[in-house]
T-cell receptor
Framework: EAGVVQSPRYKIIEKKQPVAFWCNPISGHNTLYWYRQNLGQGPELLIR????????DSQLPKDRFSAERLKGVDSTLKIQPAELGDSAVYLC????????????????FGPGTRLTVL | AQSVTQLGSHVSVSEGALVLLRCNYSSSVPPYLFWYVQYPNQGLQLLLK??????LVKGINGFEAEFKKSETSFHLTKPSAHMSDAAEYFCAVSFAGGYQKVTFGTGTKLQVIP
């Protein structure tokens, strides 16, 4: 079974430029997450999708960040314009459908995109 | 609110020695607890989890962790370190009841000395 796929793996841009990250979750996984991992820190949730609906975007800086998951499968996270402080690893994760389940639901992580803003 | 604290951002052990990575949690309701491992330039991989039932949980690669409610701890151990265990380890907490956000600790980087 293929895991979570992310591209690109590395991206270097100058500040004020736009950048986009792409994620393809594990087939059949309805829930998709974007995390940001700063150097020396654990991942922090940016946004969570249930199918194509963003159900938790409270931590997404909406002035410059946007995300979409138009067909409920793959997703794109965009930053425009990028700032120096956006340098981090952006992780995508997915998990099976949560509806009707009250127990733990494992998240499967992709390898991440390491963004460097100069 | 829930949180986890990992004691020690870096831990060094000799190959064959005991590995002990510490994690304490804070949660107002019964927690779900996890340990994830992250190898360089890779995503996080679940090592083990505690949800309910037996408080000593075994995971992959010979790791285990014990949930101690009285100490609010979930320390990760492995009897004998292997060079391949060198990685960063993250403790995380969530709780039952539909989707609940997973909160990660700041991580502990394990170095294994030959």
């Amino acid at each position: 079974e293929a895991g979570v796929v992310q591209s690109p793996r590395y991206k270097i841009i100058e500040k004020k430029q736009p950048v986009a990250f792409w994620c393809n979750p594990i087939s059949g996984h309805n829930t998709l997450y974007w995390y940001r991992q700063n150097l020396g820190q654990g991942p922090e949730l940016l946004i969570r999708y249930e199918n194509e609906e963003a159900v938790d975007d409270s931590q997404l800086p909406k002035d410059r960040f946007s995300a979409e998951r138009l067909k409920g499968v793959d997703s794109t996270l965009k930053i425009q314009p990028a700032e120096l402080g956006d340098s981090a690893v952006y992780l995508c994760a997915s998990s099976p459908n949560l509806r009707g389940r009250s127990s733990y639901n494992e998240q499967f992580f992709g390898p991440g995109t390491r963004l460097t803003v100069l | 609110a829930q949180s986890v604290t990992q004691l020690g951002s870096h831990v060094s052990v000799s190959e064959g020695a005991l590995v002990l990575l510490r994690c304490n949690y804070s949660s107002s309701v019964p927690p779900y607890l996890f340990w994830y491992v992250q190898y360089p330039n890779q995503g996080l991989q679940l090592l083990l989890k505690y949800t309910t039932g037996a408080t000593l949980v075994k995971g992959i690669n010979g790791f285990e962790a014990e949930f101690k409610k009285s100490e609010t701890s979930f320390h990760l151990t492995k009897p004998s370190a292997h060079m391949s265990d060198a990685a960063e380890y993250f403790c995380a907490v969530s709780f039952a009841g539909g989707y609940q956000k997973v909160t990660f600790g700041t991580g502990t980087k394990l170095q294994v000395i030959p």
